[in-house]
């Protein structure tokens, strides 16, 4: 059985997005700051990491059968148009299903819209056919942290501070939280790859 | 000639301190979770770390020659009854000497009530005689930044998640900001030490 893990790029000041949606450029430079060329399952969006990141990565999506995400991120990419770069299925945790989405009922794409995260995480796990859940971080992964859905938080950490913005985590109803680890370490150009397991006392 | 630098224990959600204060006893937990005991200057405050986290909290001392605090937390400790634990000059921003501390005069600390960071940053050096100075985490710390003072942000990564509270940097004026590195890590037990260095580009 797989784990339920959130892994983001942070910023040394705890941000996954800077003040009014910026600092994704410094976010992700680890993403394009090396030589291996890494051509997504999305056509035209290719990353040039480092061989380390692109390890660490590689290690990370091997594991992993689906990815939980909001209806924001779905929204932003048009989702992904069908096809996530990382090639999984993805749950999508929404209010209403998409109805005009052009890839409604072909794409390995689930909408959830009751139930909430326990609902979606339950989704993700029997699409991922026994692999790791992805949740995305923010709301989702603070909401599965309360639901004592998560088993293990990752970041990315970036040397850069934003000074505001998305904090990785909102408040939590059952904070403070101790979590384990780091119980794996990565040091990758102009990134920490850090991996830490929630507790389960 | 030393450097500036902050460093503060810091939650993985990017906290120097919980809501209403809380957090602290998870956030210095690694003072406590070893079994070298060190004495302080301050009279009856021992920590017992862990020999790694002992080892790298000497290193980063060995080599300050004075410290920057806020009134707050010069307050909180009633500055620490007149000598710093780690034994080194201080210098206290503050709106207006505190007349009635019984300390004053004799201990180690001055009192800059003019001239915002620059002014105690440089009657820092001064009393460093060559040392690093260390400024205290947030508002001091974020206005360093802001000034240019800054060399160096360190950090104790700790494993725990408080949910909110006090960010170890506030909103930056000149934001984002670019750091290189870590250009040093040390994992210890329940902390992962990192330090960063400003760019001057």
Redesign the interface.
């Known amino acids: 059985m797989g784990i339920v893990y959130t892994e983001m790029s ?6 996954i997005a ?2 009014d949606e ?2 994704f450029d ?1 976010l992700f430079r680890w993403y394009e700051n090396g030589d291996v060329v890494w051509e997504t399952a999305m056509p035209g969006l290719t990353f040039r990491m480092t061989e380390v990141s692109m390890r660490a990565m590689r290690a990370r999506l091997a594991d992993t059968g689906a990815f939980v995400v909001g209806r924001r991120l779905f929204d932003i990419t048009n989702g992904w148009e069908g096809r996530h770069p990382f090639d999984v299925p993805v749950v999508v945790l929404t209010h209403a299903v998409p109805k005009d989405w052009p890839h409604l009922g072909t794409a390995p794409f689930t909408f959830v819209t009751e139930g909430g995260v326990e609902a979606a995480v339950a989704a993700a796990k029997e699409a991922a056919n026994g692999g790791d859940v992805g949740v995305n971080g923010g709301t989702i992964a ?1 909401q599965c ?1 309360d639901a004592g859905l998560l088993d293990e ?1 990752g ?1 990315a ?1 970036v ?6 913005g998305v ?6 109803e059952n ?8 119980i794996w ?1 990565v ?1 990758g150009k102009d990134v ?1 790859h ?1 991996r ?1 397991r929630v507790r389960r006392d």
Chains 1, 2 share one sequence.
């Open positions: 942070v910023s040394l000041d705890g941000y800077g003040p910026t600092g410094r603070t942290l938080v970041m950490l040397p850069v501070l934003l000074g505001g904090p990785y985590f909102g408040p939590l904070g403070p939280l101790d979590l384990e680890g780091p370490t040091q920490t850090l830490y």
